[in-house]
């Protein structure tokens, strides 16, 4: 049995973000296929100190701040792991930056083995702000290169490097990553999603739009997503605007973040609250209800995006896409690519599959971006040691 210890800020119990997402779920893959795992993460209102959730040990540290990197979280998660994990741990999982703190570690540990799993590289973040062209994005963008700096000095001690996608995968083999990291240690392992929770008949369609207060005869456009600047909600409430019959649809948006009360005032002051819908966050079991009932699925992102997990739940689901064409991914014929900013271009393309209509769901999601084939191929990369 591999005895494995992730370093991570945040999971579900966090708050629904895609990195928490990814981190819990591998994790469980993990212990299903054999792996004793334990977690180290920051407190949440519910949970502090020694938790067991499905079978998993976590600890949630309390001195520190919930939910993020810093100092405090450095030294107190090195100060756990060297008390309660390191004499039987074999492989570090530094979920991001998660385990930075522990990494200088290493060369007094050969036995113990250091994975970073990176879900966006701080260039690419870089770049993504710069594109924003917002104050905020500019003033910001300092910090990533800081951030640069702090790859540069700490990927290469790690024995593995893994890319979430392609997008991040191909940034390592591109200046400036190239000029400094070792290639033998990077892998590229997908992003993987539960296809047996997001799936077209979970449930009864008309039961989730009673629910909803959806009338059944409407049909549904969903984003779902964090709310910040960078996701582009603002793109997709102005696409949405531009379409011609508003008695046709229902546009549904589940998140929060910091741009909600924005958001909901750029809809109140638009006069559209008759036809676009808050949620706010959803469980992941709620969410995949409201996937099955949706018509098309609409992200307009302004970020160069990793592998967003929203795009392989919807695509799992048989609900087709329109995307913004920096996104990286699979090629489908169900996923349509708009520039993100041609708010015209998007909502011909969204009117076009309105129109089209949808007979029959079909998940057209490969397999490798499933979380059972993800789960595989980290249990088989982190054991090829032993």
């Known amino acids: 049995m591999n005895n494995v210890v992730m370093f991570t800020r945040s999971l579900p119990m966090h708050g629904l973000g895609g990195m928490e997402v990814v981190a819990w779920d591998i994790a469980k893959g993990l212990h299903r296929l054999g792996s004793n795992v334990r977690i180290i993460t920051t407190k949440t209102p519910d949970y502090v100190g020694l938790h067991h959730i499905d079978g998993i040990e976590v600890l949630f540290i309390d001195n520190v701040k919930s939910g993020k990197y810093s100092h405090g979280w450095w030294k107190s998660s090195r100060e756990a792991?060297?008390?309660?994990?390191?004499?039987?741990?074999?492989?570090?999982?530094?979920?991001?930056?998660?385990?930075?703190?522990?990494?200088?570690?290493?060369?007094?540990?050969?036995?113990?083995?250091?994975?970073?799993?990176?879900?966006?590289?701080?260039?690419?973040?870089?770049?993504?702000?710069?594109k924003t062209k917002t104050p905020k994005g500019f003033f910001t963008s300092p910090k990533n290169i800081f951030w640069l700096c702090r790859d540069f000095i700490n990927y290469n001690k790690f024995d593995y490097i893994v890319g979430i996608g392609e997008?991040?995968?191909?940034?390592?083999?591109?200046?400036?990553?190239?000029?400094?990291?070792?290639?033998?240690?990077?892998?590229?392992?997908?992003?993987?999603?539960?296809?047996?929770?997001?799936?077209?008949?979970?449930?009864?369609?008309?039961?989730?739009?009673?629910?909803?207060?959806?009338?059944?005869?409407?049909?549904?456009?969903?984003?779902?997503?964090?709310?910040?600047?960078?996701?582009g909600v603002y793109n997709c409430i102005k696409t949405i605007e531009l379409l011609n019959d508003k008695n046709e649809f229902v546009y549904i948006i589940v998140g929060s973040g910091p741009e909600e009360q924005k958001l909901k005032s750029l809809v109140n002051s638009l006069g559209a609250n008759d036809?676009?819908?808050?949620?706010?966050?959803?469980?992941?079991?709620?969410?995949a209800k409201v996937e099955s009932i949706s018509?098309?699925?609409?992200?307009?992102?302004?970020?160069?995006?990793?592998?967003?997990?929203?795009?392989?739940?919807?695509?799992a689901v048989g609900v087709p896409i329109v995307l913004s064409n920096q996104v990286k991914l699979f090629k489908s014929g169900n996923i349509h690519l708009v520039d993100p900013l041609n708010y015209q271009v998007a909502a011909s393309k969204i009117e076009s599959l309105l129109a089209k209509g949808l007979q029959n769901k079909n998940s057209y999601l490969p397999d490798e971006y499933t979380l059972k084939y993800a789960a595989d191929k980290y249990k088989k990369l982190i054991e090829k040691s032993f």
């Open 295 to 315: 018509d098309v699925f609409l992200f307009l992102t302004n970020r160069i995006e990793g592998l967003p997990l929203n795009i392989l739940e919807a695509s």
């Open 81 to 130: 792991f060297e008390e309660n994990y390191i004499k039987d741990c074999d492989t570090v999982f530094s979920v991001s930056t998660g385990a930075y703190g522990v990494i200088d570690l290493k060369h007094k540990n050969p036995h113990i083995k250091f994975l970073i799993q990176v879900h966006g590289t701080a260039w690419g973040e870089f770049i993504s702000k710069l």
């Open 167 to 231: 997008q991040v995968y191909g940034d390592f083999n591109r200046w400036p990553y190239e000029s400094f990291i070792d290639k033998n240690k990077i892998s590229l392992i997908s992003n993987g999603i539960d296809s047996e929770l997001f799936k077209s008949d979970c449930c009864d369609d008309n039961k989730i739009k009673d629910y909803y207060n959806i009338p059944y005869e409407k049909k549904v456009i969903l984003t779902a997503c964090r709310l910040h600047s960078q996701k």
């Open 275 to 287: 036809y676009i819908k808050f949620l706010g966050s959803l469980k992941r079991e709620d969410l």
